[in-house]
């Protein structure tokens, strides 16, 4: 049987390993640019749940495990204080249960979620995990993302760009990001990224978001999925959790 004092040695390796783990995540949850969230249950390149400071969208191609329902469930399923300031509004809304399968529903889901804010909804897309929406001032200007879980309505601010890029609706909001990609330039950088990866998608109008663009990829003119490019880095980030597009519905 252990001794006593190699019990209490191995309690105080245990604590110091908490520890440096806890602060390692605060660490990485405190980063003003960059960083990417994901699922617990998919650990980082790096073996560690944690994200690294200053990574870009570029970093990860792999986002397939997105879809729905993952937003409330990493965060337990909890609603999340989000908005301006980190202090208005919610990050997550959750919804009755009702499964969503229209635009319309889906837009009664968005603006219920918009008000909150006190933003309104723009176009809204269907795709085959998810229903995507643009929220927009009461000036007409884009705000943020938002996605609607088709499942049982949940509905939150949409992971990827939306959570970590946006400098106005985002979890570094009030950061101090200059704007040095244009929207020409934001489409030539997506369109790069594209043919670096082999893809045969044209790059669409990008629609500027505090912080980042985000564009729709065409195939044939139609279109196929979405891209965001960060305004300062020129970082690319693919929406790969979107599944197949459906249809949309404009204002």
């Not at 650990?43 to 870009?56: E, L, Y």
């Not at 979405?226 to 599944?243: E, F, P």
Request: charged letters at 20%; proline letters at 6%; hydrophobic letters at 35%.
């Amino acid at each position: 049987m252990p001794s006593t004092s190699s019990r209490a040695a191995a309690a105080l390796a245990a604590l110091a390993l908490a520890g440096t783990l806890a602060a390692g995540c605060a660490e990485v949850g405190n980063t003003s640019r960059g960083a990417s969230p994901r699922p617990a249950a998919v650990p980082s390149p790096s073996g560690s749940d944690c994200w690294r400071a200053g990574t870009s969208g570029d970093d990860w191609d792999d986002w397939d495990s997105w879809g729905p329902g993952m937003g409330p469930g990493m965060m337990g399923r909890d609603d999340c204080s989000w908005g301006p300031g980190m202090m208005g509004g919610h990050y997550w809304q959750r919804g009755d249960g009702t499964p969503v399968t229209t635009l319309d529903q889906a837009r009664q889901r968005a603006d219920a979620f918009a008000d909150r804010l006190d933003l309104r909804v723009g176009e809204v897309m269907q795709f085959s995990k998810n229903f995507y929406a643009e929220l927009e001032t009461p000036g007409g200007e884009l705000a943020t993302e938002i996605l609607v879980d088709p499942t049982d309505g949940d509905t939150g601010i949409e992971y990827g760009p939306a959570m970590m890029w946006n400098t106005g609706y985002g979890m570094h909001v009030g950061g101090q990001t200059r704007t040095r990609v244009s929207p020409d330039q934001a489409r030539d950088r997506a369109l790069k990224w594209l043919r670096d990866r082999g893809s045969d998608l044209a790059a669409g109008e990008a629609e500027a978001f505090p912080g980042y663009y985000t564009l729709h990829t065409l195939r044939n003119g139609k279109i196929d999925g979405m891209l965001s490019v960060n305004a300062s880095t020129g970082a690319v980030w693919d929406h790969t959790w979107h599944g197949t597009y459906v249809a949309t519905s404009e204002h």
